[in-house]
């Protein structure tokens, strides 16, 4: 079904299901700080994810696991001061919602307050459906994720496709229909067959977003730091990359440090 665009002037949780029944893609890219925000915002990207990616691209760690609370705020509100039409969605890090409700209420709260974000994105289904609720009976929109959860990886093991057996498959449909049912906006699906993706994505009403999880779903999501080129060492299929932002930037630092060796920068118009 071919309906006209509707043009958003701010994107709202609202707006994510109107353009799912509309049959629009939704955009979707990560960013962590001020710059990079206002120009994914200003290229309108519909979503923008402060993921606990920002763990692995920003800080250098091996899992999503380290960043805390506070530097999850902080990254937050670097973003939020930059936008101007996308909705901002804000990773709960590990630790600040899975094992007390009221805790995972305290961390949405803080994070609404102290970052202006307007959304978070919680990792889980049936086991953290409490903390899920609190959060929602506080008037907080809750987008879900499922399939390869990043912070759940020691219990993994790997990063390898998940729900691949009928049974994993089924836990992971019957997760996603009990998000909807809670009340969650829209809902991450990363790194499950494609086909298992779009049957989750036609067997719900709320949007589905997909990240190495095929083109049947609702949109999709990256992190800008890959899609870029800026992280020349992560390849995995589902990745396109979009620049060689690694090999231009080392190419342009270089040739700047060349120049200040050589006293050619700055020259006799570079000064005052």
Not at 212 to 241: K, T
């Amino acid at each position: 079904m071919s309906v006209a665009k509707k043009d958003y002037k701010r994107i709202t949780t609202k707006s994510l299901i109107e353009m799912k029944a509309n049959g629009e893609k939704i955009s979707m890219l990560t960013a962590y700080d001020y710059t990079m925000a206002k120009i994914v915002d200003t290229a309108g990207i519909d979503v923008i994810l402060v993921g606990d990616s920002a763990s692995n691209v920003m800080a250098g760690h091996e899992t999503t696991l380290p960043i805390t609370l506070d530097q999850m705020i902080y990254h937050a509100s670097s973003v939020v001061r930059a936008i101007e039409r996308a909705l901002v969605v804000v990773d709960l890090p590990f630790g600040s919602y899975q094992s007390d409700p009221k805790e995972a209420l305290r961390s949405a709260i803080r994070i609404m307050k102290e970052s202006g974000g307007h959304a978070v994105k919680l990792e889980g289904g049936k086991e953290i459906k409490d903390s899920i609720k609190k959060i929602l009976n506080a008037g907080i929109p809750v987008m879900g994720h499922l399939g390869l959860t990043p912070q759940s990886i020691y219990k993994f093991g790997t990063y390898t496709v998940r729900a691949k057996e009928e049974e994993e498959a089924e836990k992971l449909m019957e997760d996603a229909k009990l998000l909807e049912k809670l009340g969650c906006f829209a809902l991450v699906l990363e790194k499950i067959p494609a086909h298992l993706a779009e049957k989750v994505a036609k067997s719900i009403s709320i949007p589905v977003i997909g990240i190495g999880a095929g083109g049947g779903v609702d949109g999709q999501v990256l992190v800008i730091h890959d899609m870029l080129g800026m992280n020349n060492e992560f390849s995995p299929r589902f990745l396109r990359r979009y620049m060689n932002l690694y090999e231009g930037m080392t190419t342009a630092i270089s040739q700047y440090v060349a120049d200040v060796k050589s006293s050619d920068f700055p020259n006799a118009n570079e000064q005052y």
